[in-house]
């Protein structure tokens, strides 16, 4: 036997585990016999009832410093050195810790603890918030404990005029925990103000959106395509024009996560659609200081600048998926980042060929921004199932009806030229015997799956005209 | 004030944590002007003089005044100030 009294034994229950119940006699056998044994319960001050008493832990304080996992854990130190620990009741290990032989002798060998409180869903990060290191760069804002921090933050102007959840320390660390990447790490300089965009400060913002931890790979996705110069956030942001950044997502993580591709798509109700949206709005609100009336300058903007944020339908597995098309790798998640505006119904109910209904599509394509403006904007077409349907019907696929759409909105020029049909708008007169494209080949139209299951419907989502200068602004695509 | 509660600043931390009062305004010749008295002793004495003044100088005015100098202004008078004037101007002390 160990010359046990140079050591001291700490034990770590709680009253709701029949495990630490079942030790009971033997924590009362250990206090008899060892002179240093603290015993600390996680739920009742009175538990376990023996002499010498315990330590009341439920503020989790000791629990969490010791790094409990599970109870009863009973733990050696010598001096401020951890020597060994056991958890659950299991004879053998008990008695190897303590050097006593015959321990809970009348109780059966083996019998699994219970999960310690302070691991908790929720619990442990708010006891690292209180107690821990959390090396957090971002600054306190402090007020009294009588004001609301939900008013807080909208005297402050950190909102987009709907509540956000408060951020505090223990869930920005819950954020944190959805991404392995560092919290100092720069994604790069957020526009308007281009101020250093850190991770962590992408996680506060996702906080008060009200996200979840697991959307945080789909979020820092976003926030890097979007500062992708190809993207030209500035641009878009500034703008005097409707748009803001509509985001795609592909790949597995949008199951993963709860994402909506169906019914009511582009609406409300789905909390990671909602949400990732939400934190690159607030990102460039708050990071880079894009406020409306300020460097905002749209006219009318548009409800998807609170948030426009959706997942593709990958059901099919014959559909090649937006992010394969634009050059992803084969299981890969990608998001794409359009800068868009509200959406175009487009319904034919009539048309049952792939033909028909992509001559028919066009009829509503060629009017995004004036019908007479060619190679400008860029556009979102969304195929409801019922309209895929006629189109795969007929042996189309992804490349069949993008060729299609494009060749039908390629109009002749006489007809879109200045004065033409008595409008004084439209495009040089030199062009009049050409025929002339109304989008870009490679970029222009972004054809996704999407929607409910019922309705002959496609969706359009129209674009910036700022799409008119393609080398500097396209939409991105950025694979995770 | 005794702080217990705090949030981290999810802003590019550009500027102070204080909330920034209002500017004073430029000129105030084309504006409407609130009179608040907030209902404490010899409040109305003190807005009865700025008025004067404000007058004198062709400055168009409105007199409000809150039930009682210990609570907030009611939703109605707070109100009617933002629908009816530009500027406040109120009297704290007796």
Redesign the interface.
Known sequence: MMAINEYCFIAVVKRDCPTCELVVPVLEQLRHTVTNIKIYCQDDPDFPSIPGGVIDDRTLENSFRLGIDIVPTLIVTKGKREIDRTHGWNRSGWEHITGIKGLGLALPPNQPGCGSKSTEPGVHEKLQAKYGEIGFESRKIEFSEWDDPVEQAYDRGWTDGLPIVPPTDDRILRMLAGTNRSPNETLGLMPPDFKECTIEKVAINAVMAGARPEYMPVILASTEAALNPKFTLHGVLCTLFFSGPVIIVNGPITKSIGMNWGHNVFGQGNRANATIGRTLQLVVRNVGGGRPGEIDRAVFGNPGKYTFCFAEDETDPEWEPLHISRGCTAGSNAVTLHHGHGTQAFADDTARSADQLAKSLSMSLVNELHPKKVQCANVIVAISPEHYKIYKNDGWGRKDIEDALHHYTTRPGSDLIKGAHGIDAGIDPKLAEEMVPKFWRDHGILLIRAGGTAGLQTAIIGGWGGGRNRNEIQPVTHQF | ??????????????ST?L?KPTCFPENIEKRTIALLDIAKERSDEFLDHIESKFTEKGIKVRRYRKASNSKNADLLTIQSIVREADIVVESLAD
Request: aromatic share 6%; proline share 6%; charged share 30%.
């Open positions: 004030m005794h702080k217990t509660q705090f949030l981290r600043d999810p802003t590019s931390e550009a944590t909330r």
